[in-house]
């Protein structure tokens, strides 16, 4: 508890403010992010099964640097959010570019259309292009149905976006999806794969906060 006194004397009411430390029970810890803030969602996400890690002389690690592919971010948005085990399997797609995916790939890209998560742009998804901050606000934002909210901050670069992405990216934003950066949008960064492993523990918090759940 404390209170707060200001320079005539004159003192607050008295304040308690609770800070809650969860101890990490998965065993996981990667070497290669000891020193980020990202480290938690990393050792989250992977425990869940949602993204991977490897081993090498007996440290774990996360490869955080690595790029993610628009495809692999819907697949593992898809899996955060339960959506894997109803993923019927297809042959192709109706994503004129499909051609390079896998069928496992393609089955969640035709689920995630089918699903409003992602649509295509003059019938092509471009699946293996670097995923951005974009895409996934507004891949997060149609996954969970976010309403259209307002935003009590203004973004420098908002002018770069239409206003169906603005309104994405306010919504994840606002609900904590994905945070600005220096008052800026940054719309076309490419994000990382810890980038993404936060944005995506962000979607489970989200969920569980509000008790959102999908069939399986």
Same mark, same amino acid.
């Given at each position: ?60 690690? =996360?490869? /955080?640097?690595? *790029? +993610?592919? !628009?495809? &692999?971010?819907?697949? #593992? ?5 339960? @959506? ?40 092509? =998804?471009? /699946?293996?292009? *670097? +995923?951005? !901050?974009? &895409?996934?606000?507004? #891949? ?5 149905? @976010? ?70």
């Amino acid at each position: 508890s404390y209170t707060a006194v200001d320079c005539f004397g004159s003192a607050s009411a008295e304040a308690t403010v609770t800070v809650q430390v969860n101890e990490n029970e998965t065993g996981l810890y990667f070497e290669d992010m000891k020193n980020s803030r990202l480290h938690a969602a990393a050792i989250k996400m992977s425990a869940n099964n949602v993204l991977t890690y490897r081993r090498e002389n007996e440290a774990f690690l =996360f490869d /955080p640097d690595t *790029p +993610v592919s !628009r495809v &692999d971010c819907l697949v #593992m948005l898809m899996c955060a959010a339960g @959506l894997q085990n109803n993923v019927p399997a297809v042959n192709d797609t109706v994503a004129s570019d499909d051609g390079t995916l896998s069928t496992a790939k393609k089955s969640f890209l035709a689920r995630g259309i089918e699903l409003g998560i992602v649509t295509l742009d003059d019938g092509k =998804f471009n /699946p293996n292009a *670097p +995923v951005t !901050r974009l &895409d996934a606000a507004c #891949m997060s934002a149609a996954l969970l149905s @976010l309403p259209k909210l307002g935003s009590n901050q203004s973004f420098s670069d908002a002018g770069e976006l239409s206003e169906k992405e603005y309104s994405a990216f306010v919504s994840a934003n606002t609900v904590g999806i994905i945070e600005a950066e220096e008052g800026k949008i940054l719309p076309e960064k490419q994000l990382t794969k810890a980038d993404v492993a936060a944005i995506l523990s962000n979607v489970c918090d989200y969920m569980q906060d509000n008790n959102v759940h999908f069939d399986s």
